[in-house]
């Protein structure tokens, strides 16, 4: 990735935050090395700003990650990949992105917010298995070529998705490899399997294949989403139990979708962030802690 290009896209993170949020990041990072996965002569990248002070970003020509590493005292090691949703049209950078980074931070757990290409945005030519999905596994293995740089331990690196993140992230628990071994790029030598996956009132897919060596699951969504979407995450934990692979699911009772982290989430639901980091710690995949 060029020096112009490099700018260009911190600059467009660090308008894309809310107030505060741009002193956390560590760096903006290209998922490739060159510009061979941006799309020259669509438009650029934008991002609104809802009537409630959220951004959202659209036109996502090229993958990137947000770095924000935990403070060195109470690191754990852990890593999470936080993937924001959008209907795969827009990407809903803050109460799937950039406050969950934060809260992981603050309890030792790096985290790596994704802007992925978008598959349903208008005029795109990228897929979601192709593209969005590949984006995703790029991040995984980056992420663990570069662990000894971040303290990350490259045998905790997870997922956590939201909505369309959230397909993705079930998309990545099953389509996953250990890595080109004869790859020229080392990062393409790492693994694309994620640790541990949450996946946050995910879109559905339909077809999905489990195996014994699908990774742990944490499944959360409202009882009053969509049907499918209830309706789905009940049955990946159905199948999860029946494959015995660790799962733990939660439904919240008069919970719609799209909820994210925000500080107005009103009862419960507003619990889930600490469900999710007790559900790390008892799984082993915080470290000592």
């Known amino acids: 990735m060029n020096q112009r290009a490099r700018f260009a896209v911190i600059a467009g993170l660090l308008l894309a935050q809310p107030a505060g949020a741009a002193n956390r990041v560590i760096e903006v990072q290209s998922l490739y090395q060159n510009d061979a996965f941006s799309v020259p002569g669509t438009n650029p990248e934008t991002v609104r700003v809802t009537e409630q002070g959220e951004h959202v970003v659209s036109n996502v020509g090229q993958g990137s990650i947000a770095i924000y590493l935990a403070p060195r005292k109470i690191a754990t090691g852990a890593a999470v990949i936080v993937v924001p949703g959008g209907g795969h049209r827009e990407l809903w950078m803050d109460h799937e992105g950039y406050n969950v980074a934060a809260y992981l931070n603050e309890h030792g757990i790096a985290a790596f917010v994704l802007k992925y290409r978008l598959a349903r945005a208008p005029g795109s030519s990228f897929t979601i298995e192709g593209d969005a999905l590949g984006d ?9 070529s570069q662990a000894g740089k971040t303290g990350v331990n490259p045998h905790e690196v997870g997922v956590i998705g939201f909505s369309a993140g959230g397909q993705l992230a079930a998309l990545a628990a099953t389509r996953f490899d250990a890595g080109d071994a004869a790859a020229t790029d080392p990062v393409e030598r790492e ?3 994620p640790d541990f996956v949450a996946l946050i009132y995910p879109g559905p897919w339909p077809d999905l294949s489990f195996t014994a ?8 969504c409202g009882g009053d989403d969509r049907p499918e979407v209830v309706t789905g995450i009940a049955n990946i934990y159905l199948r999860a139990r029946e494959l015995k692979i660790p799962a733990e699911l939660h439904i919240y009772d ?3 979708h799209g909820f994210g982290l925000r500080s107005s989430n009103p009862g419960p639901v507003a619990n889930w962030p600490r469900q999710f980091v007790d559900w790390l710690a008892a799984g082993k995949f915080l470290g000592n802690r």
């Open 213 to 220: 060596d699908t990774p742990p699951l944490f499944l959360l």
């Open 191 to 193: 693994s694309s399997r």
């Open 136 to 144: 995703l596994k790029r991040a995984l293995r980056l992420v663990r």
């Open 254 to 256: 008069h919970v719609g």
